[in-house]
């Protein structure tokens, strides 16, 4: 099969759960520090809007959605003192551009075993481009359970919507253009932390 | 992955891990309140069952169910074929009504593979005459790689194979799609297979299969990782294979003192429907180490896999 792209630069892209090591190529926009940073701001954020974040669920859409919740998990607890339920979200099942290229293989879906009902639920994702993978992630929701509130995280938001989608807490907005390619890289699954901005047509290349 | 799964031989090491995998993601959707996905929305999967099943065709419905296809159950029973409709009419028609799918058993050698030259859409091979069953191989393989713990963990990610295992089939390999789709499937997956059975029930040029042959159950069972019996099909029968059901049974059969030799964490596996008290006792069905039950359950999560995999995504040359 085609290999899709390592981050989520694509509109629709993000539900890839083979990890390939991105090309380091690119501008470098979100170093270590400044991304852990944003990270505890964003879990303070949570903290403050959900007032003490008791009922917060968070959901990372695979694959580097995952290890973001987790951190931010960690952040609250921090900060609050408790445990915060946090999970994946696998949406390559419910993605509207399915028969676009050939079928790819499942991310996995872990849920807290109190399940969603009634929680907030903070979708975390890396990139928040077209809007298209948080719609697939609200409609693999409701075949989970019915949440109280839906919330979205991104490290990232690089514009481009092509959907009425909009993230609650973001890490940072970066200005592209649609043939810019921004890769998130993260040590859980590439083993360091950065955030790149390059041009289509480098090393890793766009799929399309 | 092909367009079509007609063969056990078809599928590539990796390709078969992939179906592994996949299915071990979609069989954890069987534990939700809504056990439906959008995936194959507007989608048509046709039943086409020349031979009479239940299991099969019942998994594969739901499999398609599941994944939101629509599901057309055509049963040669009551349908033009009792009026001698040739299968390349039928397939024609199924053509016409727009079939993405076309799961097929029938009773003749290759009728899938003929049926692929004739439709659009991707066959998969529900059974064959005695030549391959490759779902079953499927859902028994992955039955095998959950009950020894290689299945994809906590993480997202690739299973292991079968590397090492050793699995014994016993009994009538002569009338066995199963068999040789498991052999098939199995050797690609790296365990090592051996056939017991009746030298009456081994068909010609098993010897060409990449897997080792023996007519004594009880010195192999003491080796056997899983142990898979086979039912004797009484229906396919037309000569004597052997001189009485209960001589076979002695034999062959595998009641509780011969489940005792096998290894503490070995597995019993039966494709079913079972022939209790003939190839295997009622108490060795009913142990805890038989996975027949299981196996059944397995069935749906690895047909939704194959389903997905033939139909999720693109068509190849779009």
Known sequence: MAHAQPASEGPGAGGDVTAHPPSRDGKIVLERAEISRALTRIAHEIIERTRGAQQVILLGIPTRGVPLAARLAAG??????????????DITMYRDDLRLRPARALGRTQVPPDGIDGKIVVLVDDVLYSGRTVRAALDALNDLGRPRAVQLAVLVDRGHRELPIRPDYVGKNLPTAHHEIVRVLLTEVDGEDAVLLGAAGDATGMPR | MNRHLISAADLSREDALRVLDTADELARISDRPIKKLPTLRGRTVVNLFFEDST????????????????????????SSVAKGESLKDTALTLEAMGADAVVIRHNASGAPHRLAEWVHGSVINAGDGAHEHPTQALLDAFTIRRRFGRSSGSGAGQGGALDGLRVTIVGDILHSRVARSNVLLLHTLGAEVLLIAPPTLLPVAVDTWPCSIDYDLDAALPKSDVVMMLRVQQERMNAAYFPSVREYSRRYGLDSDRMAQLPERAIVMHPGPMNRGVEIAAGVADSPRSTVVEQVANGVSVRMAVLYLLLGGAEEGQ
């Open chain 1, 76 to 89: 609250i607890q921090q900060v609050e003192g408790l445990p915060v339920p946090h999970g994946s979200l």
């Open chain 2, 55 to 78: 299991r099969t065709r019942i998994s594969f419905e739901a499999a398609a169910k599941r994944l939101s296809a629509d599901v057309i159950n055509f049963s040669a029973k009551g």
